[in-house]
């Protein structure tokens, strides 16, 4: 479960009972930081009081589960601020850290997209238009210079980046949204199907407008299996180097 924490600790002693295998916890930054790139006064202390009381209650109760992984990403708000973003991650005591490069795109790629998605499913896909987003004036220098710190310190817990880029590829990842820096042929929809909120399955969670079926109505796996999951993965697998368009800064496939 990816979660912002807000609901951790009223629902804490039901996760901890139902042996939950994982939370992942968004965490951007220390205190202040968190609560600007969330945009909520207040929302550090939700998460940290949530995240307390699941520890609290796996520690009285023996248990092992769920493990507790934090995941920070990057973002113009918070990257002059990543060293101090593990440390106040280390605080926690979580089983693992994962800082993610953000996630966007351009509209010359959305729309190329859009194309593909139509001409292969029918679909016009709507949720890549929220992430058009130019870097071009970001400090990557500084960016660089966070990352080399955090990768040269030795953390009680791991700590990895994705994608795991070398230091020459960063700017470039930012910049030039159309280059994969040599990723191709996503895994994902064949390994993982994501439920939303309102109970919808859909292959990837970055593809929510691709609709494969509703747990309200359907079990899990008939969904995984069924013809729409089918004509997804095979739509992917024809297309060039088996990614569309809007995979190339896709976590699910740089992730694996």
Request: charged residues 25%; neutral net charge; proline residues 5%.
């Amino acid at each position: 479960m990816v979660t912002n924490g807000v609901k951790l600790e009223e629902k804490a002693e039901t996760i901890v009972d139902n042996e939950w295998d994982m939370i992942c916890v968004s965490l951007d930054g220390p205190e202040d930081v968190h609560d600007k790139c969330r945009g909520v006064k207040g929302a550090y202390k939700t998460m940290k009081k949530g995240v307390e009381k699941i520890n609290e209650i796996k520690y009285n109760k023996g248990g092992k589960r769920p493990k507790m992984f934090f995941l920070t990403t990057l973002s113009s708000t918070n990257y002059d601020y990543l060293l101090e973003t593990v440390e106040e991650c280390e605080k926690f005591q979580p089983d693992s850290l994962v800082i993610y490069y953000s996630w966007f795109t351009s509209q010359v790629v959305g729309e190329k997209h859009s194309a593909v998605l139509q001409k292969e499913l029918g679909v016009e896909p709507f949720a890549w238009k929220s992430y058009v987003r130019y870097n071009s004036g970001s400090d990557f220098e500084a960016l660089k210079n966070s990352v080399r710190e955090v990768k040269k310190r030795k953390w009680s817990f791991p700590v990895s980046f994705v994608p795991n880029l070398p230091k020459s590829e960063i700017e470039t990842y930012y910049t030039d949204p159309t280059d994969f820096l040599g990723w191709n042929n996503c895994l994902t929809p064949w390994v993982e199907a994501n439920i939303m909120p309102n109970g919808d399955v859909v292959n990837c969670r970055d593809f929510p407008d691709t609709v494969m079926g509703n747990i309200k109505n359907h079990k899990l796996m008939e969904i995984y299996n069924n013809e729409r999951f089918k004509q997804f993965r095979r739509a992917l697998a024809d297309q060039p180097d088996g990614v569309f368009p809007l995979c190339s800064r896709c976590c699910g496939l740089m992730g694996f």
